[in-house]
């Protein structure tokens, strides 16, 4: 990939990837992020994991202002987010670009063949030719192994095949860093594993990535840290082994003891 | 039996006549008044509010008001103001006004049942809100609009039939003259009606068939 | 000014079509919907065409066959008599639908319990059928009624001094043109706002009582 060569060891210290700062996000009545702080190294790959209603999703969510946030500070690569203000269309347009997103429900778009769902933010954000756009699209279909349904309509394929090609549509955006949001969720366990091992792939090959799951079995392997959150706050934080084995807080040992009991 | 199917034979061809101006008038007024209901649909999801006002008070009028008014209104009244239209344009210009407030709401519904999931989805992508109106939100939603559309259209049809009121020889006139000079009301609207019908019920067949095969697809 | 006291002498009336018309298309379209799903293939058939004729056929052209048609012709009748037949047997087809659509929306677990509890055809369908689909019709129901206001205007074509007649009168025999119509398109706009109210109201507490 053109923007995600590795980064030297000096500069991964010096930009965070993502940095939230005090982050508050507010439904109504309901504080759904209390505050949260967090930092996201570029190189890493983080999971979120926690009880449904945490705040995972949400605070995944504020990373590319799905969500708007009423305080705290957002900083992405360096670029510092307006969280107080209306942001201008211009810093929006600055902010998708370097950050993708993959949703728990895929979202493509289902009335066009699976290469333009690829090829046409390309064109329209990147400015891409056709010829380059469709080039790089039918790479990255290669890449997660679906080379061969790029005219297929995406309700012609699978959950998995469908989440494998929303997961290509955001890289070829060359973002700098992935979001996925339960990418797993709404996919028969058969299906999970060929979206798991995507992304496993993906990993390996350097993509920041930050990836809220319920999989944990994926975060223990792939993860650099796990980030466990309930009722919009960070219970703990830290090396897989380390906060799946040996947990600090009580809520969190329940956590994982329900979802090991399974 | 035969002296019956004489006459209506020599009636036939001004019927007929009559029945292409009716699609011809009702053809130009859908075409024209789609593009106009699919601009007030946009407008109503504009962000400023007077836009969405403006577009709802327009809309409210266009479908609050008879399509009879409507065509008296633009034949007889808006000739004081300096605006003279003869028959076909005047009837083309109400018919066009009531379809677009009609299928603004039909269109507004196609558009806002696209997915909020792919809205999020175009957004994260950084599609501007323009293109996504333009690539994702409008080919899905109109296309959902589709069997609602052919259903107004039949509707349309049949009220192109009050443009006789202004003189336009569509079927419906050639009908009432013919009668008017042999006093066969009956027979000749009877025919006329069927010929409406020879029109209306495929056409509804036809609709019925396309929300069947759209309604498998989703 | 005295247009709009000339128009406002066409309200009564065409309330009055709108009314007696609505009624007769209640009760006649009951008919249709049971006819159309009923067992007996020939019966079904017959409400099936009746629905669609009456559906398909232009108003206005409905109006004429039976008021210069059938009047002339056959049977003389005043121009309400006509009106209210013409409107109210294509009331009767257009609600024949939105009811149909009511009864295929009750669940058929509904009849399948109501046979098991040896309930009759009779008592099946009017105490438990009936009622359940009403509610999904009613909507339909009120946005046919706001529309039939404005479709009776097609009656100032046969003769009937409503809004619409008067209207047309005056623009033709005064010198102003325009103003009738526009105040015609406001009564018009204003007698079908309360119903639209009304709807909504209905709608909202049926959708509270069924899912309470």
Same mark, same amino acid.
């Given at each position: 990939?053109?923007?995600?060569?590795?980064?030297?060891?000096?500069?991964?210290?010096?930009?965070?990837?993502?940095?939230?700062?005090?982050?508050?996000?507010?439904?109504?009545?309901?504080?759904?992020?209390?505050?949260?702080?967090?930092?996201? =190294?570029?190189?890493?790959?983080?999971?979120?994991?926690? $009880?449904?209603?945490?705040?995972?999703?949400?605070? &995944?969510?504020?990373?590319? &202002?799905?969500?708007?946030?009423?305080?705290?500070?957002?900083?992405?690569?360096?670029?510092?987010? $307006?969280?107080?203000?209306?942001?201008a269309?211009?810093?929006? =347009?600055?902010?998708?670009?370097?950050v993708?997103?993959?949703?728990?429900?895929?979202?493509?778009f289902?009335?066009?063949?699976?290469?333009?769902?690829?090829?046409l933010?390309?064109?329209?954000?990147?400015?891409?030719?056709?010829?380059?756009?469709?080039?790089?699209?039918?790479?990255?279909?290669?890449?997660?192994?679906l080379?061969?349904?790029?005219?297929?309509? $995406?309700?012609?394929?699978?959950g998995?095949?469908?989440?494998?090609?929303?997961?290509? @549509?955001?890289?070829?955006?060359?973002?700098?860093?992935?979001?996925?949001?339960?990418?797993t969720?709404?996919?028969?366990?058969?299906?999970?594993?060929?979206?798991?091992?995507?992304?496993?792939? &993906?990993?390996?090959?350097?993509?920041?990535?930050?990836v809220?799951?319920?999989?944990?079995?994926?975060?223990?392997?792939?993860?650099? @840290?796990?980030?466990?959150?309930?009722?919009?706050?960070?219970?703990e934080?830290?090396?897989?082994?380390q906060?799946?084995?040996? $947990?600090?807080?009580? @809520?969190?040992?329940r956590?994982?003891r329900?979802?090991k009991? @399974? | 039996?035969?002296?019956?199917?004489?006459?209506?034979?020599? *009636?036939?061809?001004?019927?007929?006549?009559?029945? *292409?101006?009716?699609?011809?008038?009702?053809?130009?007024?859908?075409?024209?008044?789609?593009?106009?209901?699919?601009?007030?649909?946009?407008?109503?999801?504009?962000?400023?509010?007077?836009?969405?006002?403006?577009?709802?008070? #327009?809309?409210?009028?266009?479908?609050?008001?008879?399509a009879l008014?409507?065509l008296?209104?633009v034949?007889?009244?808006?000739p004081?103001?300096?605006?003279?239209?003869?028959?076909?344009?005047?009837?083309?210009?109400?018919?066009?006004?009531?379809?677009?407030?009609?299928?603004?709401?039909?269109?507004?519904?196609?558009?806002?049942?696209?997915?909020?999931?792919?809205?999020?989805?175009?957004?994260?992508?950084?599609?501007?809100?323009?293109?996504?109106?333009?690539?994702?939100?409008?080919?899905?939603?109109?296309?959902?609009?589709?069997p609602?559309?052919?259903?107004?259209?039949?509707?349309?049809f049949?009220?192109?039939s009050l443009?006789?009121?202004?003189?336009?020889?569509e079927?419906l006139?050639?009908?009432y003259?013919?009668?008017?000079?042999?006093?066969?009301?009956?027979? #000749?609207?009877? #025919?006329?009606?069927?010929?409406?019908?020879?029109?209306?019920?495929?056409?509804? *067949?036809?609709?019925?068939?396309?929300?069947?095969?759209?309604?498998?697809?989703? | 000014?005295?247009?709009?006291?000339?128009?406002?002498?066409?309200?009564?009336?065409?309330?009055?079509?709108?009314?007696?018309?609505?009624?007769?298309? /209640?009760? +006649?379209?009951?008919?249709?919907?049971?006819?159309v799903?009923?067992?007996?293939?020939?019966?079904?058939a017959?409400?099936?065409?009746?629905?669609?004729?009456?559906?398909?056929?232009?108003?206005?052209?409905?109006?004429?066959?039976?008021?210069?048609?059938?009047?002339?012709?056959?049977?003389?009748?005043n121009?309400?008599?006509?009106?209210?037949?013409?409107?109210?047997?294509?009331?009767?087809?257009?609600?024949?639908?939105?009811?149909?659509?009511?009864?295929?929306?009750?669940h058929?677990?509904q009849y399948?319990?109501?046979?098991?509890?040896g309930?009759?055809?009779?008592?099946? /369908?009017?105490?438990?059928?009936?009622?359940?689909?009403?509610?999904?019709?009613?909507?339909? /129901?009120?946005?046919?009624?706001?529309?039939?206001?404005?479709?009776?205007?097609?009656?100032s074509?046969?003769?009937?001094?409503?809004?619409?007649?008067?209207?047309?009168?005056?623009?033709?025999?005064?010198?102003?043109?325009?103003?009738?119509? +526009?105040?015609?398109?406001?009564?018009?706009? +204003?007698?079908?706002?309360?119903?639209?109210?009304?709807?909504?109201?209905?709608?909202?507490?049926?959708h509270v009582?069924?899912?309470?």
């Open positions: 990939m053109t923007t995600s060569n590795p980064l030297t060891p000096e500069q991964e210290t010096a930009t965070p990837a993502v940095e939230l700062d005090g982050i508050r996000l507010r439904y109504g009545n309901h504080l759904a992020l209390k505050d949260v702080s967090l930092e996201l =190294a570029a190189g890493e790959v983080m999971a979120m994991i926690g $009880p449904s209603g945490s705040g995972k999703s949400s605070l &995944l969510r504020c990373i590319n &202002l799905l969500e708007r946030p009423e305080s705290g500070i957002l900083r992405v690569f360096g670029q510092s987010v $307006p969280l107080e203000r209306e942001i269309a211009k810093e929006l =347009a600055q902010l998708r670009r370097k993708g997103m993959v949703f728990q429900s895929f979202n493509l289902p009335h066009l063949p699976v290469l333009r769902n690829i090829t933010p390309q064109e329209r954000v990147l400015k891409r030719s056709r010829d380059e756009a469709e080039a790089r699209a039918r790479e990255l279909l290669e890449r997660v192994g080379g061969d349904k790029a005219d297929a309509y $995406p309700g012609k394929l699978s998995g095949q469908q989440q494998r090609v929303a997961i290509a @549509r955001a890289l070829a955006m060359d973002p700098r860093v992935l979001l996925f949001d339960e990418p969720s709404a996919l028969d366990p058969e299906l999970g594993i060929e979206v798991l091992a995507v992304m496993r792939d &993906l990993a390996e090959t350097g993509v920041t990535m930050m809220v799951t319920h999989e944990i079995h994926f975060a223990a392997d792939v993860a650099d @840290r796990i980030v466990v959150m309930a009722d919009g706050q960070i219970l934080q830290g090396d897989p082994d906060v799946l084995t040996d $947990p600090q807080t009580e @809520r969190t040992q956590f994982l329900a979802v009991d @399974r | 039996m035969t002296e019956m199917l004489n006459m209506v034979g020599q *009636w036939m061809p001004r019927l007929l006549d009559g029945l *292409w101006l009716s699609l011809q008038v009702t053809g130009v007024s859908l075409v024209l008044g789609i593009a106009g209901g699919l601009a007030l649909a946009v407008l109503a999801l504009s962000r400023k509010r007077p836009v969405r006002i403006l577009s709802t008070v #327009v809309t409210e009028i266009g479908r609050g008001t008879p008014v409507m008296q209104f034949y007889f009244g808006l004081q103001t300096g605006i003279m239209l003869e028959g076909f344009a005047a009837a083309a210009t109400a018919l066009t006004l009531t379809t677009a407030a009609y299928t603004s709401e039909i269109i507004r519904a196609g558009l806002k049942s696209v997915p909020q999931g792919e809205l999020e989805a175009s957004s994260a992508l950084g599609i501007s809100r323009r293109d996504s109106l333009r690539f994702i939100i409008i080919p899905q939603g109109m296309r959902i609009a589709i609602s559309l052919l259903g107004f259209s039949i509707l349309m049949q009220v192109s443009a006789f009121t202004i003189g336009l020889p079927l006139s050639q009908a003259s013919i009668g008017a000079s042999n006093f066969r009301y009956l027979e #000749v609207l009877t #025919v006329a009606g069927l010929l409406y019908l020879a029109v209306t019920i495929p056409a509804g *067949w036809f609709t019925r068939r396309v929300e069947r095969k759209m309604s498998q697809h989703l | 000014m005295s247009i709009l006291l000339a128009l406002l002498y066409g309200i009564p009336v065409t309330v009055g079509v709108t009314a007696c018309s609505f009624l007769i298309g /209640m009760v +006649l379209a009951a008919f249709l919907a049971l006819g799903r009923s067992r007996h293939s020939a019966l079904g017959l409400s099936r065409a009746t629905i669609d004729v009456l559906r398909g056929i232009p108003p206005v052209v409905f109006l004429f066959i039976i008021f210069f048609g059938i009047g002339n012709q056959l049977l003389r009748m121009p309400f008599t006509a009106a209210v037949i013409g409107l109210g047997l294509i009331s009767a087809g257009h609600l024949a639908e939105i009811y149909r659509g009511g009864l295929s929306a009750v058929k677990g399948e319990a109501s046979s098991a509890l309930l009759t055809g009779a008592d099946t /369908m009017g105490r438990i059928i009936a009622p359940q689909a009403f509610r999904v019709a009613l909507p339909g /129901m009120t946005t046919y009624a706001i529309s039939l206001i404005k479709d009776s205007s097609i009656v074509t046969i003769g009937v001094a409503e809004i619409m007649f008067i209207a047309n009168q005056s623009a033709r025999s005064g010198a102003d043109g325009l103003t009738p119509f +526009l105040i015609a398109a406001a009564i018009y706009i +204003l007698l079908g706002t309360p119903l639209a109210w009304a709807a909504r109201s209905v709608e909202a507490k049926l009582r069924i899912s309470r």
